[in-house]
T-cell receptor
Framework: SAVISQKPSRDICQRGTSLTIQCQVDSQVTMMFWYRQQPGQSLTLIATANQGSEATYESGFVIDKFPISRPNLTFSTLTVSNMSPEDSSIYLC??????????FGQGTRLTVV | GNSVTQMEGPVTLSEEAFLTINCTYTATGYPSLFWYVQYPGEGLQLLLKATKADDKGSNKGFEATYRKETTSFHLEKGSVQVSDSAVYFCALSDPGGDYKLSFGAGTTVTVRA
């Protein structure tokens, strides 16, 4: 199975600032996704990270707030822009390898103060 | 759209007790169904899956059967251990095959010695 490294693992940020989260995979994967897990809640899909083109966002999520890059088949970043306390969540990178199943990174626990 | 309804928690059991976590879904077409588990301090990992009606997924003593007629995928284990204490998520992937996951709310299970 793919090994996913997500950085940072946690951070505390000031409101109004931005944080970029990195997701590195040890093999080429067909699909990469970003999810959010708000405190005490389930996971919600933010977007599909498309290699070499703009990400595909789910309803309720926009590029200006959550810009995503995917320059190659093993790496992606998610930026949380102009943060507010409501953005405090765990952000998870997910990959699909060989069209089988989804694997998840350890997540980035973000606290906005 | 797709949705997953999962039994509310938390659930507290004694060791060797029988565990059931109910999960029902709404989807167009025939999704794949999953149970993911999140152990304390760890990332999300796949526990078992089923890709078509009447399939039974099993792993680590856990089982779930894809019931199309009742749109359900209930998780069961006959004799739980303390090490089974975790949060369990039911999920489905879009029938279109794009591996986007819709998650249930999650059920926290605590097993007492």
């Amino acid at each position: 199975s793919a090994v996913i490294s997500q950085k940072p693992s946690r951070d505390i940020c000031q409101r109004g600032t931005s944080l970029t989260i990195q997701c590195q995979v040890d093999s080429q994967v067909t699909m990469m996704f970003w999810y959010r897990q708000q405190p005490g809640q389930s996971l919600t899909l933010i977007a599909t990270a498309n290699q070499g083109s703009e990400a595909t966002y789910e309803s309720g999520f926009v590029i200006d707030k959550f810009p995503i890059s995917r320059p190659n088949l093993t790496f992606s970043t998610l930026t949380v822009s102009n943060m507010s306390p409501e953005d405090s969540s765990i952000y998870l990178c997910s990959v699909v390898e060989m069209n089988t199943e989804a694997f998840f990174g350890q997540g980035t626990r973000l606290t906005v103060v | 759209g797709n949705s997953v309804t999962q039994m509310e928690g938390p659930v507290t059991l004694s060791e060797e007790a029988f565990l059931t976590i109910n999960c029902t879904y709404t989807a167009t077409g025939y999704p794949s169904l999953f149970w993911y588990v999140q152990y304390p301090g760890e990332g999300l990992q796949l526990l078992l899956k089923a890709t078509k009606a009447d399939d039974k997924g099993s792993n680590k003593g856990f089982e779930a059967t894809y019931r199309k007629e009742t749109t359900s995928f209930h998780l069961e284990k006959g004799s739980v251990q303390v090490s089974d204490s975790a949060v369990y998520f039911c999920a489905l992937s879009d029938p279109g095959g794009d591996y986007k996951l819709s998650f249930g709310a999650g059920t926290t299970v605590t097993v007492r010695a």
